[in-house]
T-cell receptor, first 113, second 112 residues
């Protein structure tokens, strides 16, 4: 089955810096890669996603890139703000059907003013 | 505008008890999922259901069972709770053919 590895597990940046979180996946048939943000005490929420027929997608200060050959994808946050502090999860679709997502272990991002 | 509701936010149970965690969604989603969230391990899939009365094992089903008697409700059952089942449990739902998950707020279960 699919396996997703996420790095780093913790990331600390100064406000205004950029943050990058990387994930690798094992199943070359995976075709959907979402990123979720979970603020303290709240539910995970989808912030951006990318499909395998696209190499990059941007939404304001966040972007996701996908390298299908290398089987890795990354989340980029520019001009970080304290409200970006949260746990971020990457995920990859499981090719076995039923719309299952396999999640990474998460990255705790701290943005310091 | 809460759309996926988990019945309890915090729960404390004793070892050996039978525990029911309830999840209800009002979006008419076909798919429903139960994950457990542990630090350093992320979200791991326990069970999922793609239709009423249909269920499939996820990656860590041991010690758990599920029930889906109605489309909007998906229950996770711990047959005999153990301390290693202390965790945050997250329910999610989506439309069939769609990966757009909506998560519940989670139930933090402590087994003592």
């Amino acid at each position: 089955g699919e396996n997703v590895e996420q790095h780093p597990s913790t990331l600390s940046v100064q406000e205004g810096d950029s943050a990058v979180i990387k994930c690798t996946y094992s199943d070359s048939a995976s075709n959907y890669f979402p990123w979720y943000k979970q603020e303290l005490g709240k539910r995970p929420q989808l912030i951006i996603d990318i499909r395998s027929n696209v190499g990059e997608k941007k939404d304001q200060r966040i972007a996701v890139t996908l390298n299908k050959t290398a089987k890795h994808f990354s989340l980029h946050i520019t001009e970080t703000q304290p409200e970006d502090s949260a746990v971020y999860f990457c995920a990859a679709s499981d090719s076995g059907g039923y719309n299952k997502l396999i999640f990474g272990a998460g990255t705790r991002l701290a943005v310091h003013p | 505008d809460v759309k996926v509701t988990q019945s309890s936010r915090y729960l404390v149970k004793r070892t050996g008890e039978k525990v029911f965690l309830e999840c209800v969604q009002d979006m008419d989603h076909e798919n429903m999922f139960w994950y457990r969230q542990d630090p350093g391990l992320g979200l791991r899939l326990i069970y999922f259901s793609y239709d009423v009365k249909m269920k499939e094992k996820g990656d860590i089903p041991e010690g758990y069972s599920v029930s889906r008697e109605k489309k909007e409700r998906f229950s996770l059952i711990l047959e005999s709770a153990s301390t290693n089942q202390t965790s945050m449990y997250l329910c999610a739902s989506s439309f069939q053919g769609n990966y757009g998950y909506t998560f519940g707020s989670g139930t933090r279960l402590t087994v003592v």
